[in-house]
T-cell receptor
Framework: NAGVTQTPKFQVLKTGQSMTLQCAQD?????MSWYRQDPGMGLRLIHY???????DQGEVPNGYNVSRSTTEDFPLRLLSAAPSQTSVYFC?????????????FGPGTRLLVL | AQSVTQPDIHITVSEGASLELRCNYS??????LFWYVQSPGQGLQLLLK??????LVQGIKGFEAEFKRSQSSFNLRKPSVHWSDAAEYFC?????????????FGAGTQVVVTP
């Protein structure tokens, strides 16, 4: 298993550009999420999904879109990048929680918006 | 609204000494509590979780945490730290046992381990 993979690892954008951050998992997990991490603020939830075709907003959804057409993939789209979206983005996935289950995080995408 | 507070932004501890990281939460119902560790440049790894039952939870890497409902706390402890424990630690709360997708995180505590 590759676990949770994210691409790209690092990206520089200009204000107003759009891009898609890719996230994929090969563990057949139902739950997938996107978080952003900013210094001193921990991780904040952007969007999450409880299964293919089902998504919902988290704490900081503005400026981001998601879709979940397959169980494996959960891309995050920045429609018009702004400097405030400079951050490290983490994708996570998890199955039905239980004593033996855990949640897996990807390695992150570092985004710089100029 | 639920919230998670980690009062200590930064902790320095000597190798071999004990470590305790504080976490306080605010939530109306019984919370589901998690501790994660993030090594430099890495993603997050789950150390342990509390859903119900025994209030003392054992995790990986020799860590344990104790849930105290009366104090709304879920503090993380390790009896003897190793240099490899230097990392940032995050406490998180979820509304339900299967709320993997909707965790609320504290701001984190940076742990530095000195020789």
């Amino acid at each position: 298993n590759a676990g949770v993979t994210q691409t790209p690892k690092f990206q520089v954008l200009k204000t107003g550009q759009s891009m898609t951050l890719q996230c994929a998992q090969d563990m057949n997990h139902e739950y997938m999420s996107w978080y952003r991490q900013d210094p001193g603020m921990g991780l904040r939830l952007i969007h999450y999904s409880v299964g293919a075709g089902i998504t919902d907003q988290g704490e900081v959804p503005n400026g981001y879109n998601v879709s979940r057409s397959t169980t494996e993939d959960f891309p995050l789209r920045l429609l018009s990048a702004a400097p405030s979206q400079t951050s490290v983005y983490f994708c996570a996935s998890g199955g039905v929680a239980g004593a033996e289950e855990t949640q897996y995080f990807g390695p992150g995408t570092r985004l710089l918006v100029l | 609204a639920q919230s998670v507070t980690q009062p200590d932004i930064h902790i320095t501890v000597s190798e071999g000494a004990s470590l305790e990281l504080r976490c306080n939460y605010s939530y109306g119902a019984t919370p589901y509590l998690f501790w994660y560790v993030q090594s430099p440049g890495q993603g997050l790894q789950l150390l342990l979780k509390y859903f119900s039952g025994d209030t003392l939870v054992q995790g990986i890497k020799g860590f344990e945490a104790e849930f105290k409902r009366s104090q709304s706390s879920f503090n993380l402890r390790k009896p003897s730290v190793h240099w490899s424990d230097a990392a940032e630690y995050f406490c998180a709360v979820g509304a339900t046992a299967d709320s993997w997708g909707k965790l609320q995180f504290g701001a984190g505590t940076q742990v530095v381990v000195t020789p």
